[in-house]
T-cell receptor, first 115, second 114 residues
Framework: GAGVSQSPRYKVAKRGQDVALRCDPI?????LFWYQQALGQGPEFLTY????????KSGLPSDRFFAERPEGSVSTLKIQRTQQEDSAVYLC?????????????FGPGTRLTVL | GENVEQHPSTLSVQEGDSAVIKCTYS??????FPWYKQELGKRPQLIID?????GEKKDQRIAVTLNKTAKHFSLHITETQPEDSAVYFC?????????????FGTGTRLAVRP
């Protein structure tokens, strides 16, 4: 079946602009994660949804970052008043929810460049 | 919170040789340890994972070992091929009511010389 998809794949923003990044998880997956991957680094956790509930947002770096998943499927990560340090690849991952920790399947990411 | 360290940061091997990448974690409660392969500009892809009730797992040329007492786990790739060249990330996770986020290592860039 179809994997996790993300759009846009590339986004260039001027400093101070707002951006919205979209994630389409694997159909039926309950869990959805957002990660930020800086150049040459491992992904770092941003936030987690179980269906439409945002259960963990401890990784969001500032109140400029906001995520939602209103119907428990598609999710949007919004960054307000972008700064140069926001430049990174934003990865979305989804997993099913079973009796133990489930495999996370990643999307291709959105590469955000803030000028 | 969890902290994962990964070594080495770069690894170059001759085609056909073995490659070993090592990771340590800090939270003794972590119970799930996946390994992801990421090619340049591509998404991370799971290659193998291990849970804390198992000490070793093998899938063809790839194996992972886990030492819970020492809190470390390793990836072993035998008979390396040029297509194994990529960045490899280890990760650790623990199922919580608030979810089971992955904490990643910093990655190992593996180069397999033909």
């Amino acid at each position: 079946g179809a994997g996790v998809s993300q759009s846009p794949r590339y986004k260039v923003a001027k400093r101070g602009q707002d951006v919205a990044l979209r994630c389409d998880p694997i159909s039926g997956h309950v869990s959805l994660f957002w990660y930020q991957q800086a150049l040459g680094q491992g992904p770092e956790f941003l936030t987690y949804f179980q269906n439409e509930a945002q259960l963990d947002k401890s990784g969001l770096p500032s109140d400029r970052f906001f995520a939602e998943r209103p119907e428990g499927s598609v999710s949007t990560l919004k960054i307000q008043r972008t700064q140069q340090e926001d430049s990174a690849v934003y990865l979305c991952a989804s997993s099913s929810w079973g009796v133990s920790t489930d495999t996370q399947y990643f999307g291709p990411g959105t590469r955000l460049t803030v000028l | 919170g969890e902290n994962v360290e990964q070594h080495p940061s770069t690894l170059s091997v001759q085609e056909g040789d073995s490659a070993v990448i090592k990771c340590t974690y800090s939270d003794s409660a972590s119970n799930y340890f996946p390994w992801y392969k990421q090619e340049l500009g591509k998404r991370p892809q799971l290659i193998i994972d291990i849970r804390s009730n198992v000490g070793e797992k093998k899938d063809q040329r790839i194996a992972v070992t886990l030492n819970k007492t020492a809190k470390h786990f390793s990836l072993h790739i035998t008979e390396t091929q040029p297509e194994d060249s990529a960045v490899y990330f280890c990760a650790a996770s623990l199922r919580k009511s608030s979810g089971d986020k992955l904490t990643f290592g910093t990655g190992t860039r593996l180069a397999v010389r033909p």
